[in-house]
DNA sequence: AACAATATGACAATTAGTTGTCAATAAAAT
DNA sequence: ATTTTATTGACAACTAATTGTCATATTGTT
């Protein structure tokens, strides 16, 4: 039996997979040089944004941002350490407390918000949406494709 | 003066680095269950397929994949444990002796090989060649723009 | 209502990865 | 040629992240 023969798109696919370690590492160093400021490493404000809009459990923080539970649990605990967020009784779950930014926490998404604001727009300057939007597409679809594997 | 108003293809950007995070996550994980048989994790098949082709050292490894230099160190140490790469002196450079895969290395190379082009084959299936290379070449461009800020 | 299956968070132990420092080597500048 | 700057790998200390296990709560089944 012959050796299965990779296709073009398979090894475009790999370089696709490689470019996206790189990618993500360049991400998370240029990310924590940004808000290192803030005394946030990329795994806090992960956390932090997660929870912006709406307090959820550490598990859908988890879920939501493919975040390990542990992961976020020990995040979570850091921030709370940093009074930047705190418990809160879920009526909806005895056991899943929310998470909730403290006033102080609220200031620090703020300021966070502000840093992300400007970079985001001069880095995406020279991109249009539509570019973007294909990249976050095969994303999402090569996602499933990987799920279902 | 006004806050800065965040354009739209910031706004996606912004998306596109969440579902970056999300994706490296799940090719991590995927990538550990396929090659977990091999005994390798992630890192240690990303130093073992970068001697590939050709053996070199060890900060060479880290700049080509995006790791750290002391995690590449980490990692080769690991895989001389199992005996799957060695050190080779390296006439250009007395220090920085190339990293190069044993006879077994090799082994688990192929299988390795074996087990990606199934794989990659399968994933990308339903994907046009230039659909994979439009995300590559934005990850590119958009790491251009990290460097430079 | 009772039971089984799943989800959630806590904890401990382990493994993985980073940071800072150092000496040796190589490359670049003068 | 000499000096200065970069790179490279080693080591130790530290920090981050994962794994396995458990008790509790919730959801789904019968």
């Known amino acids: 039996m012959d050796i299965n023969k990779q296709t073009q798109p398979a090894k475009i696919f790999i370089e696709l997979i490689l470019e996206t370690f790189r990618f993500n590492g360049l991400l998370i160093s240029v ?20 929870i912006r809009e709406t307090p959820i459990p550490m598990a859908q923080i988890a879920r939501n941002m493919g975040l390990s539970r542990q992961g976020v ?8 350490d940093k009074g930047l967020v ?21 200031k620090v998404l703020a300021q966070l918000e502000k840093i992300q604001v400007d970079w985001s727009n001069s880095v995406s300057k020279e991109f249009s949406e539509n ?19």
Chains 1, 2 share one sequence.
Do not use: C
């Open 73 to 80: 649990r020990r995040s979570t605990n850091i921030l709370i």
């Open 31 to 50: 990310g924590d040089g940004l808000t290192k400021e803030l005394g946030l490493t990329s795994s806090l404000w992960q956390v932090l944004g997660a």
């Open 131 to 149: 570019q973007l939007k294909n990249v976050i597409h095969t994303m999402r679809f090569l996602s499933e494709k990987l799920y279902l594997l």
């Open 86 to 106: 705190q418990f809160k009784e879920n009526p909806d779950h005895k056991r899943a407390r929310l998470i909730v930014p403290t006033e102080e926490g609220r």
